[in-house]
């Protein structure tokens, strides 16, 4: 039986890196794609001379030509420009776009039958448009923003207790911006929730002060990071998508955040956005409606409406 066949589309900092963990996972046939030439097949014997290392056993091709992804199983989208300081993933939207239109093209034309991850900001507009390009059902098109998002709220909740990473659940929901909703009243350690392990260590008014802390940093994580290295992350965002892709590849049937086209759910009809889905062979095969308390639900429809502004900037 065939190994499936993964594209990976944008072969930058997190194409690159998400071609290693793939690669290292033997998870399918990849193909590195890019529009600059040389540089995806230069990444590729870059990885497959490390395969003796480190005994992985994996078929692998960079190409600058789309006809190499025809027949994938599965596309993840990383093509365009990445924040520089200064910069909000806002400010990525027209530039993006164009790159993004012609990406879903090409995986209509090559890859109809894929399922699509979209990591390429500002996400939420991205993967709109490159649903409503491909016109793929909704199953089989998400963005990557809740897992990495909710992964950073977990490490910041980590650090601050002082307990292994493991054990921290944390859950982020809405866009994939700065007004993103990282829901306190799920995040826990062991199953204890977080909270009060905070009011442990600092007594509730403290505690509440410190969690507001940690969800402000989660908020502004893409950002501290721009700031500190002039460039973009990719090896968290490369890490997220993996998870997302495994979910797919391997019929996980995960609980994973993920942006989603909501068709009523949350009260939202027609617009992407990031909740918790149950992610299989099927793709997307469960949206879960979360009992938001009215304060979360405030939140959360704030994020939903600066997704609506966002995406009804694109004319679509
Ligand atoms: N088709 C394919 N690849 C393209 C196209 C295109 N039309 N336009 C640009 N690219 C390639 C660039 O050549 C570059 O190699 O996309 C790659 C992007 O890589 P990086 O600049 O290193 O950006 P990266 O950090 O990987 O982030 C990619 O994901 O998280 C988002 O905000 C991030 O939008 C950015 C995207």
Do not use: W
């Not at 390009?133 to 002082?162: H, Q, Y």
């Amino acid at each position: 039986m065939a190994r499936k066949k993964i594209a990976l589309i944008g072969g930058g900092q997190i194409g690159g890196t998400l071609a290693h963990l793939m690669a290292q996972r033997e998870l399918g046939e990849i193909v590195l794609f890019d529009i600059a030439e040389d540089m995806p097949r230069g990444k590729v014997l870059d990885i497959i001379e490390a395969s003796p290392i480190e005994r992985f056993d994996v078929g692998l091709k960079g190409s600058s030509s789309f006809e190499d992804i025809r027949g994938a199983d599965l596309a993840v989208v990383t093509a365009g420009l990445a924040r520089k300081p200064g910069m909000s993933r806002d400010d990525l939207l027209t530039v993006n776009a164009k790159v993004i239109t012609s990406v879903a093209e090409n995986i209509r034309e090559y890859a109809p039958n894929a399922f699509v991850i979209l990591l390429t900001n500002p996400l939420d507009a991205m993967v709109t448009l490159c649903r409503k390009v491909t016109g793929f059902p909704r199953n089989r098109i998400m963005g990557m923003a809740g897992v990495l998002d909710s992964a950073r709220f977990a490490a910041f909740i980590a650090l601050e207790l002082g307990v292994s990473v493991r054990d921290v659940h944390a859950l982020v929901l809405g866009g994939h911006g700065d007004d993103m909703v990282p829901l306190v009243r799920f995040a826990n350690v062991g199953g204890v929730p977080a909270s009060f392990l905070l009011e442990q260590k600092y007594g509730p008014v403290k505690a509440r002060e410190v969690m507001e802390t940690l969800v402000t940093r989660t908020r502004q994580a893409g950002g501290e990071i721009v700031g500190l290295m002039k460039g973009s992350a990719f090896v968290s965002p490369a890490a997220a998508a993996l998870t997302m892709a495994e979910a797919i590849l391997l019929d996980r049937k995960r609980i994973l955040p993920v942006c989603a086209l909501l068709e009523g759910e949350y009260g939202v009809s027609g617009y992407f956005v990031g909740v918790p889905c149950v992610i299989g062979g099927g793709g997307i095969e469960r949206i879960i409606e979360l009992d938001l308390t009215p304060e979360e639900r405030a939140m959360f429809e704030e994020s939903v409406s600066h997704v609506k502004s966002l995406v009804d900037g694109l004319d679509l």
